[in-house]
């Protein structure tokens, strides 16, 4: 089987407008939908020490206000005309029907250069988000996937709750809000990315006039990031419940890793292959019947920082303990022995052949965009990609797995009806059986 | 081919839209577009738990997840690999009111899709083995839900909405049915409910239509239809207006205080399922919507409001979801509630008002139309569950509703008499968990 390759062209012009942003424009001729996405640099890595939340809440609420409309005229504005705009710890994001491009562009950098957190809105916004995490900290579901992050990350900002915390929130204020923006949104950190039946040129004016004002600032420059040594970590959230969420992992990779492609179809053969075409899914949901919802991945979060690898099910107590022994068997499986031809061939078929799919909506092209920008890839990157992925060994598969996976290393993690010591006594290999494989 | 529409095809988000029917009654609605290189593919069939015996409640769901372990020349496994192979995507989805099954590949491959579907439309294996293994995920699935305080609470709200309807019933079913099924009872619902009569074929997106046509008749072509028109439904007892208001409690361990407000309503498609949409836009579609405005932007009594006009093919549902914020007695929270509501059914919307509700309706259908995936789904629900039409008419339908007769409906049928009303409150000692560390 010779996977082949479907057009897809995703066609842009870049701009270094006069702000110091880069401006990335796709036209899409007919789209019915533009969307833009604003990315600054930085982030949650910027939240000051106790402080996590600050870049999170400083995206969410710049919609709150500006020195000139309030909330509710800002929502008077767009809602008539199907615009939305919202914003989180990585900046804004905007859509509109098509023909409304400019208002979108006039709105959205009105936000970004003079949100101004009026105190009431973000009192009143402040304790929304706190009356979620209290219904939160007793979810499984999500103090769960918290707990994991922090085994993986220890004290890094990747180990924390992007949304800040219970703790945390409250020391955060309208004017801390407004010197957060003033000092991390600045034009040489920021990313933009329209996607839509649009004019790049016409665009890029825009821009240009609506930031003209927008003070340059300096670029964000990343500290060099430490995390705790890959270690076996284990940890539990006891909550009554009917299943338990596992999670067993460890830290993963950036995206410039340069065994990308390879771990790509690496997880597509093992956790992340649609349907039953994994392995993971085949044995532990089609064989076993043990869960509705498994899957095992390394790419998909990986960024400029690492992302991690992580085997989730979400499945009863009684069946723990196969499923943790059943992700450990095929993580050694895909270690030891060769992908054979047809199951290899299947996932490269699967992911050059699915490319187009990903890429019908305006939102989709524009995270691209920026996501293109910000790793530097290359003009030609999807077309190298799908050549990547073509080029890719049963050998690769195997020689990737051995390198950026660790079974023995796993941090594991449960939220559920279950205590940490019941968890390690599940979870634990029994002597001589750590190694066997099932085939 | 029986029947087609005229010479001029109907026009939705740029796909131009015509109807076939074979001899044997399947339907086939083209619909064509060429934004992108992407085929959609679904496949309708009238059939979801509305039609299911008490005995058998979830078998519409449990059938729709058999439907990809294996036919008699497709393997277990190999509709998955199929698609797979051919880097397309699949997917399903049940109803109360039907079963969706749905492919997208690459323009130059969707046609494999045609062939899966009418392989499996006739031939599925339905073998014992796999049964008994499915079931145990359909039961984990269940279990995920009955771990969400809202799919719980709008459970209870359902059941005790409808006394006797299927209606009232999940769609997953519950354990005791789910447990108590056999193979048999799913072959025979299967051969019931599933053939070219009882189904509609959609496609959607870059394709040429006389190609597509003549592959939809050489795949379902040969698959004799059913001699009744209508497959044998259960006896369904009549949806009975409800006798007064009635309400139900949950408790679950957090500190959660959901509300869930529900009323019987209307069937797809008639004048009062338009004005309904424009009610639920009134109240909460929107951050200018009179329920955001005054429960979480002014009195600070709740941190999230939102409703949904579940219009079906008997009947609908109005839904209102509201979580109250900390320390908000329930009490005063239903009570601003039911006066929004009066108010509604009191006083005719402003004609501004009335108009950011129709514009942000047709904003949310542009979004809701950018995929040849989205347009399939609109065009393919209306078409089982009403006529297909109304996916192109529905704008204008909603367009036209008068602020009088939005007025008038939430009087007739968002009153307290008519409703159920759902908590789900804290059990006692939830809470009490010590708070994460920062």
């Known amino acids: 089987m010779t996977p082949s390759t479907p057009k897809l062209a995703i066609p842009f012009v870049r701009f270094e407008l006069r702000c110091g942003a880069v401006l990335v424009v796709s036209p899409r001729p007919s789209a019915p939908i533009v969307s833009i996405h604003i990315h600054v640099r930085g982030g949650p890595a910027l939240d000051p020490p106790r402080r996590n939340g600050m870049a999170f809440l400083t995206g969410a609420l710049a919609d709150?206000?500006?020195?000139?409309?309030?909330?509710?005229?800002?929502?008077?504005?767009?809602?008539?005309?199907?615009?939305?705009?919202?914003?989180?710890?990585?900046?804004?994001?905007?859509?509109?029907?098509?023909?409304?491009?400019?208002?979108?562009?006039?709105?959205?950098?009105?936000?970004?250069?003079?949100?101004?957190?009026?105190?009431?809105?973000?009192?009143?916004?402040?304790?929304?988000?706190?009356?979620?995490?209290?219904?939160?900290?007793?979810?499984?579901?999500?103090?769960?996937?918290?707990?994991?992050?922090?085994?993986?990350?220890?004290?890094?900002?990747?180990?924390?709750?992007?949304?800040?915390?219970?703790?945390?929130?409250?020391?955060?204020?309208?004017?801390?809000?407004?010197?957060?923006?003033?000092?991390?949104?600045?034009?040489?950190?920021?990313?933009?990315?329209?996607?839509?039946?649009?004019?790049?040129?016409?665009?890029?004016?825009r821009f240009d006039r609506v930031l003209a004002k927008w003070e340059p600032g300096e670029p964000y420059v990343p500290s060099t990031?430490?995390?705790?040594?890959?270690?076996?970590?284990?940890?539990?959230?006891?909550?009554?419940?009917?299943?338990?969420?596992?999670?067993?992992?460890?830290?993963?990779?950036?995206?410039?890793?340069?065994?990308?492609?390879?771990?790509?179809?690496?997880?597509?053969?093992?956790?992340?292959?649609?349907?039953?075409?994994?392995?993971?899914?085949?044995?532990?949901?089609?064989?076993?019947?043990?869960?509705?919802?498994?899957?095992?991945?390394?790419?998909?979060?990986?960024?400029?920082?690492?992302?991690?690898?992580?085997?989730?099910?979400?499945?009863?107590?009684?069946?723990?303990?196969?499923?943790?022994?059943?992700?450990?068997?095929?993580?050694?499986?895909?270690?030891?022995?060769?992908?054979?031809?047809?199951?290899?061939?299947?996932?490269?078929?699967?992911?050059?052949?699915?490319?187009?799919?990903?890429?019908?909506?305006?939102?989709?092209?524009?995270?691209?965009?920026?996501?293109?920008?910000?790793?530097?890839?290359?003009?030609?990157?999807?077309?190298?990609?799908?050549?990547?992925?073509?080029?890719?060994?049963?050998?690769?598969?195997?020689?990737?797995a051995r390198a950026h996976l660790f079974p023995d290393g796993s941090c594991i993690a449960a939220a559920g009806p279950i205590g940490r010591a019941e968890l390690v006594k599940k979870v634990s290999p029994r002597p001589g059986r750590a190694r066997t494989t099932r085939r | 081919?029986?029947?087609?529409?005229?010479?001029?095809?109907?026009?939705?988000?740029?796909?131009?839209?015509?109807?076939?029917?074979?001899?044997?009654?399947?339907?086939?609605?083209?619909?064509?577009?060429?934004?992108?290189?992407?085929?959609?593919?679904?496949?309708?069939?009238?059939?979801?738990?509305?039609?299911?015996?008490?005995?058998?409640?979830?078998?519409?769901?449990f059938l729709e997840h058999m439907m990809f372990k294996g036919t008699r020349s497709i393997g277990k496994g190999e509709i998955d690999r199929l698609t797979t192979s051919l880097g397309g995507m699949n997917n399903a989805f049940t109803t109360a009111d039907h079963t969706a099954y749905w492919f997208e590949f690459a323009s130059d491959r969707w046609e494999k899709a045609l062939e899966i579907e009418a392989d499996r439309m006739r031939h599925l294996l339905l073998d014992p083995a796999e049964f008994d293994s499915e079931k145990k995920v359909v039961l984990e699935e269940l279990a995920m839900g009955d771990d969400d305080p809202w799919r719980v609470l709008t459970r209870e709200v359902q059941l005790a909405l409808f006394k006797r309807h299927p209606y009232r019933r999940p769609v997953i079913g519950f354990t005791d049915s789910l447990k108590a099924m056999r193979v048999e009872d799913m072959r025979d619902y299967y051969q019931r409910f599933y053939g070219p009569t009882n189904a509609v074929l959609v496609i959607c997106g870059d394709f040429e239509p006389q190609k597509a046509l003549a592959a939809a008749r050489r795949q379902f072509g040969r698959i004799a239809g059913k001699t009744d028109a209508a497959p044998r439904a259960p006896y369904r007892p009549a949806l009975e207006e409800p006798a007064g208001e009635f309400r139900v409690e949950v408790r679950w361990d957090d500190e959660g205080r959901r509300l869930c407000m529900a009323w019987p309503t209307v069937s797809v498609g008639t004048d009062e399922d338009w004005a309904l949409d424009l009610a639920s836009t009134l109240l909460a579609g929107g951050k200018l919507s009179r329920l955001y405005r005054r429960l979480v932007v002014e009195q600070r009594l709740a941190t999230s409001v939102s409703s949904h006009n579940d219009s079906r093919v008997e009947a609908g549902i109005f839904w209102l979801f509201v979580e109250a914020a900390q320390g908000v007695d329930p009490r005063r929270l239903e009570r601003a509630v039911d006066e929004e509501l009066e108010r509604l059914a009191a006083k005719e919307a402003t004609a501004a008002e009335l108009t950011r509700a129709k514009r942000l309706i047709a904003a949310g259908e542009a979004h809701e139309s950018e995929t040849v995936s989205d347009i399939a789904e609109d065009l393919g629900e209306?078409?089982?569950?009403?006529?297909?039409?109304?996916?192109?008419?529905?704008?204008?339908?909603?367009?036209?509703?008068?602020?009088?007769?939005?007025?008038?409906?939430?009087?007739k049928l968002l009153v307290p008499q008519r409703r159920v009303v759902g908590w789900c409150l804290p059990r006692a000692g939830a809470g009490k968990r010590p708070r994460p560390k920062p």
């Open chain 2, 382 to 411: 209306f078409a089982v569950d009403a006529r297909w039409q109304l996916a192109l008419s529905a704008l204008d339908r909603i367009a036209a509703v008068p602020a009088s007769a939005v007025r008038a409906c939430a009087a």
């Open chain 1, 225 to 400: 990031p430490s995390f705790p040594p890959v270690a076996r970590r284990v940890d539990a959230f006891t909550a009554k419940r009917q299943q338990v969420h596992l999670y067993v992992g460890h830290l993963g990779i950036a995206r410039n890793d340069p065994d990308y492609a390879a771990l790509v179809l690496m997880d597509h053969v093992l956790g992340t292959g649609p349907g039953f075409t994994n392995r993971i899914s085949r044995r532990l949901r089609d064989e076993l019947g043990l869960a509705y919802s498994v899957s095992a991945n390394i790419h998909a979060s990986a960024g400029l920082l690492p992302g991690t690898f992580t085997a989730y099910i979400g499945t009863s107590p009684q069946h723990l303990a196969t499923a943790a022994a059943g992700f450990v068997e095929e993580i050694r499986r895909v270690q030891t022995e060769l992908v054979g031809k047809d199951e290899l061939e299947v996932a490269k078929s699967y992911l050059i052949g699915s490319f187009p799919l990903g890429f019908e909506r305006a939102s989709r092209r524009a995270s691209y965009l920026v996501s293109a920008e910000l790793h530097k890839f290359a003009p030609d990157h999807l077309e190298r990609l799908l050549a990547e992925f073509a080029a890719v060994s049963a050998e690769d598969v195997r020689r990737v």
């Open chain 1, 64 to 205: 709150q206000g500006t020195k000139r409309r309030s909330e509710e005229e800002i929502a008077a504005a767009l809602e008539p005309e199907g615009g939305e705009i919202a914003g989180d710890a990585g900046g804004l994001s905007g859509s509109i029907v098509n023909e409304r491009w400019e208002m979108l562009v006039d709105l959205l950098a009105e936000i970004l250069t003079s949100a101004s957190y009026p105190a009431p809105e973000v009192a009143r916004q402040k304790q929304r988000l706190l009356d979620r995490l209290v219904v939160e900290k007793d979810d499984p579901r999500v103090q769960g996937g918290l707990l994991f992050r922090k085994l993986v990350y220890g004290d890094h900002w990747l180990g924390r709750a992007s949304r800040g915390t219970l703790e945390s929130l409250p020391r955060i204020d309208a004017r801390s809000l407004r010197a957060f923006r003033e000092s991390n949104w600045v034009g040489r950190r920021a990313v933009i990315a329209v996607c839509g039946d649009v004019l790049p040129e016409s665009v890029r004016r």
């Open chain 2, 1 to 61: 081919m029986r029947r087609s529409t005229g010479t001029k095809p109907a026009v939705k988000a740029g796909a131009r839209i015509r109807e076939h029917r074979l001899e044997n009654g399947l339907t086939v609605l083209l619909a064509e577009r060429h934004l992108d290189p992407v085929v959609a593919v679904m496949l309708w069939y009238r059939v979801g738990s509305r039609d299911e015996e008490e005995r058998e409640a979830g078998v519409s769901h």
